[in-house]
């Protein structure tokens, strides 16, 4: 399974700024990687684990802006198509998936 959690957050204020940064901090702490900016993603091994962790992630929600999350199979996560304009230099394709910025 894959479960993940999009976000927009509000940043006009130094204080939403420390929230957002946070907020992206303790995703990363939880095991999640960036996939896109404000798009995170985590594998689990089953159905049970997604919910768990979907249910942590709960726990530390901001109050203001939206959060949502979603929990895929990996025979649906391997179906998704990676769609781009031009070629982006900065972006490698790892085996399973996963983007990495360099």
């Known amino acids: ?39 995170y993603i985590r594998s689990c091994a089953n159905k049970d684990a997604a919910d768990m962790v979907v249910n942590n992630v709960k726990k530390y929600i901001p109050k203001d802006g939206h959060v949502r999350a979603m929990v895929i199979t990996e025979k649906q996560f391997e179906k998704m198509m990676i769609l781009v304009g031009e070629e982006d230099k900065n972006i490698a394709l790892l085996g399973d998936n996963r983007t990495l910025e360099l």
Do not use: H, W
Not at 12 to 28: G, H, N, S
């Open 1 to 39: 399974m894959r479960v993940f959690i999009m976000f927009d957050l509000p940043v006009e204020t130094r204080a939403q700024v420390r929230t957002y940064t946070r907020f992206r901090k303790k995703l990363i702490e939880d095991g999640f990687l960036m996939m896109q900016y404000s798009i």
